[in-house]
């Protein structure tokens, strides 16, 4: 863990009160600069970032890697609303019941527009609670009672006031409404959670990343579609060695189709957890093309998105 995250974290459990308002105070100003910013000086923007992870600067004229292509997305997006729709969280649930069956939708606990409108005496001993419209405020509840409802207050308020398209100028998330939603905890009798994000391209599934304890010590491998393990992966982490290929794989094989279909280019994460597959989210701007790839495979990704 670097000095800054240490700092931050300490300053989170200590003094989460004046850690997130300094958080929203530099919310605030990346948010004012981003609306002053001409389209030009935003492409600048990620450029510099796109320079820092790729050491070569974004081809806006004729973008060939995945990684260039969803920073085009970015900017120039016919399908916002589609695309917001689907992202957010909350929303889309009616959607995917319509497309793969309520049974393979994660049971959802309540939704709430204000932190203080949940009743945590209501909840069960583990849950999980998150927001419908951004990435990376997730909570994993697996004790209620050790639970710091003071700093998740401040944790919330602070996510909840926060145009998440503002962060990486993914701008189809500043049409969600923001919404704190707690779903069913469903990890297995070993408290795991193995997360499969299948790669499709123009309605087929192309790829299989799977994240492996995530809460823990992160690993990641990539499969092709045939669940053949590849030598490559979407950032920086190591491979697992020896995982087993899910008895439900086919299975999950054909709902990602079913979802991704009609779009040249989507992510589809869903759970397999005691041989149930449940639905996780779809993203259509991955890391916000800002994890790593080797530049053949980047390459090779872009070429299958037309």
């Known amino acids: 863990m670097s000095m800054k995250k240490y700092i931050g974290r300490v300053l989170c459990n200590y003094f989460p009160k004046s850690y997130y308002n300094l958080k929203y105070l530099q919310y605030k100003k990346l948010k004012e600069g981003n609306e002053k910013k001409t389209l030009e000086e ?32 970015k900017f120039f997006n016919n399908n916002l609303d589609e695309h917001a729709m689907l992202s957010d969280k909350y929303l889309n649930r009616e959607w995917v019941k319509q497309k793969i069956g309520e049974e393979h939708l994660i049971k959802l606990l309540g939704v709430y527009e204000n932190f203080d409108d949940i009743d945590f005496n209501a909840l069960p001993n583990r849950f999980v609670i998150k927001c419908n419209h951004d990435s990376g405020s997730v909570t994993v509840v697996k004790d209620k009672n050790k639970l710091n409802i ?35 905890y469903i990890g297995d009798e070993n408290g795991e959670l193995n997360d499969y994000k299948f790669w499709c391209f123009d309605s087929k599934v192309y790829y299989c990343r799977v994240d492996y304890d995530r809460f823990i010590n992160h690993t990641r491998n990539m499969y092709n579609v045939n669940w053949e393990l590849q030598d490559w992966v979407e950032g920086r982490y190591e491979n697992k060695k020896n995982a087993p290929k899910p008895t439900k794989y086919s299975e999950m094989v054909k709902i990602a189709e079913k979802l991704c279909k ?32 080797e530049k053949k495979y980047d390459l090779m990704l872009g070429n299958l998105w037309k």
């Open 42 to 73: 935003k492409k600048e923007l990620l450029n510099k970032k796109y320079k820092s992870v790729n050491n070569e600067e974004i081809n806006w004229e004729n973008p060939k890697r995945l990684s260039e292509k969803i920073q085009i997305l």
């Open 262 to 293: 009609g779009y040249p280019e989507v992510r589809v994460d869903l759970y397999c957890v005691n041989n149930h597959i449940y639905f996780g989210e779809m993203t259509f701007t991955s890391a916000s093309g800002f994890e790593y790839i």
């Open 150 to 184: 003071r700093e998740l207050r401040y944790k919330y308020n602070y996510f909840l006031k926060v145009d998440y398209a503002q962060l990486s100028l993914e701008s189809h998330y500043s049409l969600i409404n923001p919404k704190i939603i707690i779903e069913e």
